[in-house]
């Protein structure tokens, strides 16, 4: 990725997987090319991107070794392709409890190589009525903040999730850039997925790129979608509310020091 401009595109990916892995490799290929021929120099993937089964055990039977196997060699190929970093989303990964998985975001050099690997450390569980999640039933958690350097700045990776735990993003110090790939439930994300996504960009004073599963999924589930590129400022930029597409812009360093430099909030801090 070179830097000749003050400015970076950057671009999220929305799609509505299925349970067939392959279907989703067809999507994720065309949309990531789609985002490449707009100039997009870092692509962001959805969680759960190669696979939304029918059940949630049905990831364990393409839960993968690191370097090898079909949804990490896909990323790899895909951003030596575009020469592009590529942030994969989510995808399982073998964990060391039987019958689970480490639900695990990769991230691809524009050389295919792989730069960064963060898993998910909070988990989702949420029960009204009918509905109910509990992703510990086949999820072992992470434990280890996570970012990565990427020629416009540091870049801080999080999941889904995540983004309820402001003291996550505190712990990784200064980004220029906050990626949040997410399948965020229709109830949870009407509520709260915008207003979350722009406090953490206003409060860490940093760009955040949201990739969301965006629609109804063969296995009945309605996931939120609402993609979206927020700035330091806390503006919605970008957003698609549902159905699979990209959205893209920029990432303006000038904007960020200009934001920092007006409003020296992290610097002010005390705790």
Same mark, same amino acid.
């Given at each position: 990725?070179?830097?000749?401009?003050?400015?970076?595109? %950057?671009?999220? %990916? =929305?799609? @509505?997987?299925? !349970?067939?892995?392959?279907? $989703?490799?067809?999507?994720?290929?065309?949309?990531?090319? +789609?985002?490449?021929?707009?100039?997009?120099?870092?692509?962001?993937? !959805?969680? /759960?991107?190669?696979?939304?089964?029918?059940?949630?055990? +049905?990831?364990?039977?393409?839960?993968? =070794?690191?370097?090898?196997?079909? %949804?990490?060699?896909?990323?790899?190929?895909l951003a030596r392709e575009h020469k592009i970093w590529l942030v994969g989303g989510t995808l399982p990964m073998?964990?060391?409890? +039987?019958?689970?998985?480490? $639900?695990?975001?990769?991230?691809?050099?524009?050389?295919?190589?792989?730069?960064?690997?963060?898993?998910?450390?909070?988990?989702?569980?949420?029960?009204?009525?009918?509905?109910?999640?509990?992703?510990?039933?086949?999820?072992?958690?992470?434990?280890? @903040?996570?970012?990565?350097?990427? !020629?416009?700045?540091?870049?801080?990776?999080?999941?889904? /999730? +995540?983004?309820?735990?402001?003291?996550? /993003?505190?712990?990784?110090?200064?980004?220029?850039?906050?990626?949040? !790939?997410?399948?965020?439930?229709?109830?949870?994300?009407?509520?709260?997925?915008?207003?979350?996504?722009?406090?953490?960009?206003?409060?860490?004073?940093?760009?955040?790129?949201?990739?969301?599963?965006?629609?109804?999924?063969? $296995?009945?589930?309605?996931?939120?979608?609402?993609?979206?590129?927020?700035?330091?400022? *806390?503006? @919605?930029?970008?957003?698609?509310?549902?159905?699979? *597409?990209v959205v893209i812009g920029d990432l303006d360093i000038s904007q960020l020091q200009g934001v920092r430099e007006?409003?020296?909030?992290?610097?002010?801090?005390?705790?």
């Amino acid at each position: 990725m070179t830097q000749s401009a003050r400015s970076t595109k %950057i671009a999220a %990916i =929305q799609m @509505v997987s299925t !349970p067939v892995v392959e279907e $989703n490799f067809a999507s994720a290929r065309r949309l990531v090319a +789609d985002a490449a021929r707009q100039g997009a120099q870092l692509v962001l993937l !959805p969680e /759960y991107w190669p696979i939304m089964g029918m059940k949630d055990s +049905d990831k364990l039977a393409h839960a993968e =070794q690191t370097g090898a196997g079909p %949804i990490q060699e896909t990323m790899s190929e895909l951003a030596r392709e575009h020469k592009i970093w590529l942030v994969g989303g989510t995808l399982p990964m073998a964990a060391p409890e +039987d019958g689970k998985v480490l $639900n695990t975001l990769m991230v691809y050099n524009p050389d295919g190589e792989q730069a960064s690997r963060y898993d998910k450390i909070h988990l989702f569980s949420f029960t009204k009525g009918e509905e109910f999640y509990d992703e510990a039933r086949t999820i072992v958690h992470g434990e280890r @903040v996570t970012t990565f350097d990427a !020629p416009f700045g540091k870049v801080g990776l999080s999941v889904c /999730y +995540d983004l309820r735990f402001p003291e996550l /993003y505190r712990a990784m110090g200064d980004c220029a850039l906050i990626v949040m !790939p997410a399948a965020f439930t229709y109830t949870t994300g009407r509520a709260h997925w915008e207003i979350l996504l722009r406090a953490r960009a206003i409060e860490n004073q940093c760009y955040v790129l949201a990739a969301a599963q965006g629609g109804k999924h063969q $296995n009945g589930r309605r996931t939120w979608g609402h993609s979206m590129l927020v700035d330091p400022w *806390g503006e @919605v930029k970008s957003v698609l509310p549902e159905g699979e *597409g990209v959205v893209i812009g920029d990432l303006d360093i000038s904007q960020l020091q200009g934001v920092r430099e007006s409003l020296p909030a992290l610097m002010h801090r005390k705790l």
